[in-house]
Structures are given as C-alpha cells and as structure tokens.
C-alpha cells in the first residue's frame, strides 16, 4: 500500500512558510510516531514523505532514551521495525501489547482485540499441524534432500496478506522446490525437457528424471 500524490500532499500543513516540518511536532511523540509510520507508505516521486522520514527519525531517536515504557518501548520497536515493513500478525500483537500498557486504555476494546488474536491463533497453530504433516508425508527430505525446508517461513510469510493460508503455503513451498531443482540440482538437458513437460502440461512424466517426477506427483497431490 502506498499514498497517491495528491493524498500525500496533505501532509503539507505540517510544514511551515519556508517549507520546513514545524518544530512543534515533536513535542507530541504519538504525533511524531504516526507521522513516522505514515512516511512508510511513500511511494517513488512522494518527496514530502521522504522528508517526514528524515525528519521524524531523527527527532524519535534523540528523544527515545528520555522517553518512559510503554511509549519508549514502542518508538523503539518502531524505529528497529516500522509497522509496514513487519509481518502483520506480529505487528498487531505488538500494537495490542503496547496499548494494553497504556494508562489510558479501553478494556472494551482491548478485550475483543485480544480474544480475536488468541482465537486466529488457535488456527494458526492448527494449519502449521496440518500442513507439517503434509511435508512430512511428502517425505522431500529423503526424495529431495537437495531441496530446502522452509515450511514455517512460506508460512508467515503468506500468513499476513490471506487466511486461510494453506493453499498459498503449499505453493510457495512448491515453488520454492522448483528454485532448488533449476539452481542447484538439475542439469541443462534435464530441465530443458522438464520445462517444455510443465509448458503443454504433460502429465505422462514417463522420459522426466526421478527428482521431476517426485515434484509433479507431489503438485498433483497437493493441489488437487
């Protein structure tokens, strides 16, 4: 996600007459934060939020050691990892630790926020059940053992855009296979035929080396 132009622009009125960002913004901290994680939706050409970066990182990191918990711990972990550049579902813990420190907090709302988050955590927990014993029945480990064993990183990493993310863990994992079989594996000849197998989709196999052979049945199997 990133701001247009014209929505960016509407940051201007937080500079003043010669084009600067007004110094008193950073005596409200949450503001600055805001402002900082805002900078993040910037996008090629968006030169004031460029300019908020800058300006609203430097100021959150001479101010973060005078700053007392909850609101030090928060511009911290927001200056080590923006929001935007985290993985969603770790970021909306952090987000409902961090308001629940706060003296300020609506137990309404936090209460609902947190039950939401242990009850999508339960699933969680219940899809990586599911789909280690998919790999593990799979058994690429012995068959491929050239490939990489990245279940639980194809998973998080789906995980924050879709639910459920089975479907799109199972795929990232077999194209993450079929990396391993063109880069590292596979010989010139070999993949020459194996992809001209996958562009009429040929399911017949019978001429394919034993390592193809193994990633088609596992797709076929997988997805079907």
């Known amino acids: 996600m990133c701001l247009s132009t014209g929505e960016a622009d509407v940051f201007n ?7 600067n960002f007004k110094e008193n913004l950073t005596t409200d901290v949450k503001g600055l934060l805001s402002l900082y994680e805002a900078s993040y939706l910037s996008a090629h050409g968006e030169i004031i939020l460029d300019e908020a970066l800058v300006f609203t990182e430097t100021h959150l990191k001479s101010m973060v050691a005078r700053l ?5 711990d928060q511009v911290t972990h927001a ?3 923006p929001a935007h550049g985290g993985i969603v579902k770790y970021e909306q813990w952090y987000s409902i630790s961090f308001y629940e420190q706060d003296e300020l907090h609506i ?3 936090l209460k609902p926020a947190k039950s939401n988050f242990n009850m999508l955590q339960k699933l969680y927990q219940e ?3 599911n789909l280690s014993k998919w790999w593990k ?5 012995t068959k491929l053992p050239f490939a990489r064993d990245r279940l639980i ?3 998080i990493v789906v995980l924050g855009p879709v639910y459920p993310a089975t479907i799109l863990t199972k795929s990232t994992m077999l194209v993450s296979i079929l990396d391993d079989i063109y880069d590292v594996h596979g010989t010139i000849e070999e993949l020459e035929q194996f992809t001209k197998m996958i562009e009429r989709w040929d399911t017949s196999m019978e001429d394919l080396p034993d390592y193809t052979k193994v990633w088609f049945e596992a797709l076929f199997v997988s997805l079907s």
């Open 79 to 81: 200056l080590n990892r």
């Open 13 to 19: 009125k937080y500079k003043d007459d010669k084009g």
């Open 127 to 129: 899809e990586l059940r």
């Open 153 to 155: 990183e194809c998973y």
């Open 107 to 109: 137990e309404p709302v």
């Open 68 to 72: 007392v918990s909850p609101l030090a």
């Open 137 to 141: 029945e799979l058994d690429f480990t």
